[in-house]
Nanobody, 126 residues
Framework: QVQLVESGGGSVQAGGSLRLACAMS????????MGWFRQAPGKEREGVAA????????YYADSVMGRFTISRDNAKNTVYLQMNSLKPEDTAMYYC???????????????????WGQGTQVTVSS
């Protein structure tokens, strides 16, 4: 069983930055995939970024490419999402998630992730 706990959400103005963190326990560091997803009211949950563990290869949605950076600290069992140049359309509940396979097999596939955090709200005002 993998447990995930997010932190770091909040409210910022457009153009600002936030860093989300996801503390993970219970996972094996062999061909795992950690992803960040978001869900705005009335919309489907969508993949934002993912990182392969332990390899470190990263994946991004087109909408956040160049603005968001996913990283991991294996020693701290934590995955981060640095979000810069935030836009009002980035407003959503953000979730971290874990799947027991390499990201290359579908990092954006919501159904592939078996463990989810409780979510952290990100609000960007114009």
């Amino acid at each position: 069983q993998v447990q995930l706990v997010e932190s770091g959400g909040g409210s910022v103005q457009a153009g600002g930055s936030l860093r989300l963190a996801c503390a993970m326990s219970g996972a094996l560091y062999i061909n795992n995939c950690m992803g960040w997803f978001r869900q705005a009211p009335g919309k489907e949950r969508e993949g934002v970024a993912a990182v392969s563990i332990p390899g470190g290869r990263t994946y991004y949605a087109d909408s956040v490419m160049g603005r968001f950076t996913i990283s991991r600290d294996n020693a701290k069992n934590t995955v981060y999402l640095q979000m810069n140049s935030l836009k009002p359309e980035d407003t959503a509940m953000y979730y971290c998630a874990h799947q027991w396979r390499n990201c290359i097999y579908g990092w954006y596939d919501v159904s592939a992730y078996k463990s989810w955090g409780q979510g952290t709200q990100v609000t960007v005002s114009s």
